[in-house]
């Protein structure tokens, strides 16, 4: 009976966290509408300090700069603060003349790698303006993006926006167009809760904003930075939100081993916020339990879940035709990624397949994630995902 029951619990949470959640969130979200208390385009907004830690970034930090050169905000200011963490390439040279043509454009070189988070600490200490946007190199702006992020913060009521993140040069010779996927769902995710509650789940690290007096100093160990500071503006009693029209562009992964190593850094980080926010779980906050537990708590755990609906159907595939069938099915998909891998290897990319091999690489980092959790997390220094894969 005891297996029966583990069974039926964690197929029923696998099942909440990817298909129930997400159809009650667009059913509660057919009746609200998002955020209009903002600035207008015909008037004012708000300056904004943009933020960058970058590290080796020479074949994209020009592009970066000039995007938010050209961006629009009237009647706004712009500031740019650059921190290089040590980088080796021709990155500091780049930043170097760009600042000699452009006066709002400032940089610190770090001559020891010290991590995003800390570099971000530093540099709010620099900023001046009340709003900032934190951003990643490799993530262009639109010539609105500013101006779409900047807008809402006439709502004294919110205190982060998270951009609207689209991909570039998708491939089915890897993973890129399952990975914009997955992207893809999660944005609409995001702006379901956010009009909902106002509990947006952790904005997408590459371009968000927020008041910076609600900006709070990433520990120096912690992977996952953008999810804390989203969870401490919500914990402060302020809207986390995402603006679909506050459009950026990346180059969205191709290569899984590169994406797997990135995912099972962000998973380690997934579980110390998971120990650090664990009370959240239970929160007064209107919204903040439910969406935290559904989007992320299960989410992260979906590989005990996973197991354990395997372990459990294998004990009872002796006595029960129906786990027997189960189990079969369980084991199909299993192999699944090893058909795509052998497929791949003679240059037939099943798009399908490559969507099953994703999940289970997904759930295998977030796995590995909590290994390295467990291990210990001694540094946040990151090394950037290869570029054009």
């Given at each position: 009976m005891i297996f029966i029951a583990i069974f039926w619990i964690s197929f029923a949470a696998l099942m909440h966290t990817y298909i129930v959640y997400p159809v009650v969130l667009a059913i509660l979200a057919s009746r609200k509408s998002s955020n209009r208390n903002c600035h207008h385009i015909t008037g004012e907004a708000p300056a904004v300090s943009v933020l960058m830690a970058v590290h080796n970034e020479q074949d994209v930090i020009e592009d970066k700069i000039k995007s938010i050169l050209t961006s629009i905000l009237p009647g706004g200011r712009v500031e740019i603060f650059v921190g290089s963490d040590a980088s080796t390439d021709s990155t500091n040279e780049i930043l170097e003349k760009l600042a000699n043509e452009y006066d709002f454009l400032s940089f610190v070189f770090f001559e020891t790698r010290r991590g995003k988070s800390a570099i971000i600490n530093e540099l709010v200490k620099l900023s001046r303006e009340d709003v900032i946007v934190i951003s990643d190199a490799n993530v262009i702006f639109d010539r609105h993006t500013l101006f779409k992020l900047a807008r809402h913060f006439r709502n004294p009521e919110i205190g982060l926006v998270d951009s609207h993140m689209m991909h570039r040069g998708l491939k089915k010779s890897g993973i890129s167009i399952q990975e914009s996927a997955y992207i893809t769902r999660e944005v609409r995710i995001k702006y379901f809760e956010g009009?909902?509650?106002?509990?947006?789940?952790?904005?997408?690290?590459?371009?968000?904003?927020?008041?910076?007096?609600?900006?709070?100093?990433?520990?120096?160990?912690?992977?996952?930075?953008?999810?804390?500071?989203?969870?401490?503006?919500?914990?402060?009693?302020?809207?986390?939100?995402?603006?679909?029209?506050?459009?950026?562009?990346?180059?969205?992964?191709?290569?899984?081993?590169?994406?797997?190593?990135?995912?099972?850094?962000?998973?380690?980080?997934?579980?110390?916020?998971?120990?650090?926010?664990?009370?959240?779980?239970?929160?007064?906050?209107?919204?903040?339990?439910?969406?935290?537990?559904?989007?992320?708590?299960?989410?992260?755990?979906?590989?005990f879940f996973l197991a354990a609906v395997f372990l459990s159907a294998l004990w009872l595939s002796p006595e029960h035709d129906f786990y027997r069938y189960i189990l079969t099915l369980q084991i199909f998909i299993l192999l699944l990624p090893i058909i795509d891998y052998v497929l791949g290897k003679i240059k037939m990319h099943i798009v399908i397949l490559r969507f099953v091999t994703h999940f289970i690489s997904m759930n295998l980092a977030l796995l590995a994630g909590f290994v390295k959790f467990l291990i210990g997390v001694k540094s946040n220094v990151w090394h950037p995902t290869r570029r054009n894969q």
């Amino acid at each position: 009976m005891i297996f029966i029951a583990i069974f039926w619990i964690s197929f029923a949470a696998l099942m909440h966290t990817y298909i129930v959640y997400p159809v009650v969130l667009a059913i509660l979200a057919s009746r609200k509408s998002s955020n209009r208390n903002c600035h207008h385009i015909t008037g004012e907004a708000p300056a904004v300090s943009v933020l960058m830690a970058v590290h080796n970034e020479q074949d994209v930090i020009e592009d970066k700069i000039k995007s938010i050169l050209t961006s629009i905000l009237p009647g706004g200011r712009v500031e740019i603060f650059v921190g290089s963490d040590a980088s080796t390439d021709s990155t500091n040279e780049i930043l170097e003349k760009l600042a000699n043509e452009y006066d709002f454009l400032s940089f610190v070189f770090f001559e020891t790698r010290r991590g995003k988070s800390a570099i971000i600490n530093e540099l709010v200490k620099l900023s001046r303006e009340d709003v900032i946007v934190i951003s990643d190199a490799n993530v262009i702006f639109d010539r609105h993006t500013l101006f779409k992020l900047a807008r809402h913060f006439r709502n004294p009521e919110i205190g982060l926006v998270d951009s609207h993140m689209m991909h570039r040069g998708l491939k089915k010779s890897g993973i890129s167009i399952q990975e914009s996927a997955y992207i893809t769902r999660e944005v609409r995710i995001k702006y379901f809760e956010g009009i909902i509650w106002g509990t947006m789940m952790g904005p997408f690290g590459g371009c968000y904003a927020l008041r910076r007096e609600l900006y709070s100093e990433v520990p120096g160990s912690f992977l996952v930075d953008d999810f804390y500071i989203c969870m401490k503006v919500i914990d402060s009693g302020y809207k986390a939100i995402l603006d679909p029209e506050a459009y950026v562009h990346e180059d969205v992964s191709n290569s899984l081993g590169e994406e797997f190593r990135r995912k099972v850094r962000i998973a380690a980080g997934n579980f110390q916020n998971l120990k650090q926010f664990s009370a959240f779980m239970f929160s007064g906050i209107r919204g903040l339990s439910f969406s935290f537990i559904s989007h992320k708590v299960l989410r992260w755990l979906g590989p005990f879940f996973l197991a354990a609906v395997f372990l459990s159907a294998l004990w009872l595939s002796p006595e029960h035709d129906f786990y027997r069938y189960i189990l079969t099915l369980q084991i199909f998909i299993l192999l699944l990624p090893i058909i795509d891998y052998v497929l791949g290897k003679i240059k037939m990319h099943i798009v399908i397949l490559r969507f099953v091999t994703h999940f289970i690489s997904m759930n295998l980092a977030l796995l590995a994630g909590f290994v390295k959790f467990l291990i210990g997390v001694k540094s946040n220094v990151w090394h950037p995902t290869r570029r054009n894969q």
